[in-house]
């Protein structure tokens, strides 16, 4: 199994700064990375695949970045809705054993 | 507009089943997969399974084969998973989700399903 390590586990963050998650894989994964936003009693929403493509209505603000082990998602200027849970996911192999990482809270500073 | 409609909330036994419904609409079901994922509470993500709504092909995470079973309905665009001999710990809320096409990754998802295991 491919295990996700997400850090650090929590960002405190002031409006209008920039925030920058990590994604770590166990193996490498090509740029078969995505990730999602999920606020409280939320499901999880899209944001990025293919570790740098934004979903279809996603801000230019969120970007996504690296290849390989290392991956990357920042946002360049957080605005109040952006408060959440971010989620990496890895969708490297077939047939598929799709892991999550373990989040990382992005908080008001 | 896509929806991905769950049934509602389950209270049951250890050792018990229980099996949750995703109704879709506003898309074509049989071009895009369905996946589940679950979420303890105040845990993150946990991918449990996929299936084919094509062909009814399934692909199950480890830790779930042989306890979990995931089928479609074509005439009313409807995913079941169904989980079995249910522990304390199955206690979580259950999503299913449409896979976009060409990734193994999830674009549109249901509310949720929070089902507990409670003697």
């Known amino acids: 199994e491919i295990v996700m390590t997400q850090s650090p586990a929590t960002l405190s963050v002031s409006p209008g700064q920039r925030a920058s998650l990590s994604c770590r894989a166990s193996?490498?994964?090509?740029?078969?990375l995505a990730w999602y936003q999920q606020k409280p009693g939320q499901a999880p929403r899209l944001l990025i695949y293919?570790?740098?493509t934004r979903a279809t209505g996603i801000p230019a603000r969120f970007s996504g970045s690296g290849s390989g082990t290392e991956f990357t998602l920042t946002i360049s200027s957080l605005q109040s809705e952006d408060f959440a849970v971010y989620y990496c996911q890895q969708y490297n192999n077939w047939p598929p054993a799709l892991t999550f990482g373990g989040g990382t809270k992005v908080e008001i500073k | 507009q896509v929806q991905l409609v769950q049934s509602g909330a389950e209270v049951t036994k250890p050792g018990a089943s229980v099996k949750v419904s995703c109704r879709t609409s506003g898309y074509t079901f049989s071009i895009y997969a369905i996946g589940w994922v679950r979420q303890a509470p105040g845990q993150g993500l946990e991918w449990m399974g996929r299936?084919?709504?094509?062909?009814?092909?399934?692909n199950y995470a480890q830790k779930f084969q042989g306890r979990v079973t995931m089928t479609t309905d074509t005439s009313t665009s409807t995913t079941y998973m169904e989980l079995r001999s249910l522990r304390f710990d199955d206690t979580a809320v259950y999503y299913c989700a449409r896979e976009t096409v060409g990734s193994l990754t999830f674009d549109y998802w249901g509310q949720g399903t929070l089902v507990t295991v409670s003697s």
């Open positions: 293919a570790a740098s």
């Open positions: 299936i084919n709504t094509y062909n009814g092909d399934t």
């Open positions: 193996h490498t994964i090509s740029s078969n």
